[in-house]
Nanobody, 125 residues
């Protein structure tokens, strides 16, 4: 089975930067697309960014476009989310997820079969 473990969350000042990591293990056919989602208290979990594992095609939520960069290290089986110009509204629990379907054409949460435990990101002065 696929196991996803996020790390790198923490407290950062508005305008600051943070890099999240997601270490993946298990069958690669279940990790053809990997993504990041976030959930703030009292709100639904929302899409942040995704990347196709082999081709590296990316897609971003409008709210993070231009500020966040998703990437992966295939050799290390690790997914990253580089977050710049952070805002208080970026505060949330960030989750790594994967699916077997290799495409950027859908961002629906239910298409992602595997999820990590989450890592907290707090943007505050």
């Amino acid at each position: 089975q696929v196991q996803l473990v996020e790390s790198g969350g923490g407290l950062v000042q508005p305008g600051g930067s943070l890099r999240l990591s997601c270490a993946a293990s298990g069958p690669t056919f279940s990790r053809n697309t990997m993504g990041w989602f976030r959930q703030a208290p009292g709100k639904e979990r929302e899409f942040v960014a995704l990347i196709t594992w082999i081709t590296g095609n990316t897609r971003y939520a409008d709210s993070v476009k231009g500020r966040f960069t998703i990437s992966r290290d295939v050799a290390k089986s690790t997914l990253y989310l580089h977050m710049n110009s952070l805002k208080p509204e970026d505060t949330a629990e960030y989750y790594c997820a994967s699916r077997g379907y290799e495409s950027t054409d859908t961002i629906t949460l239910r298409t992602f079969a595997y999820w990590g435990q989450g890592t907290q990101v707090t943007v505050s002065s």
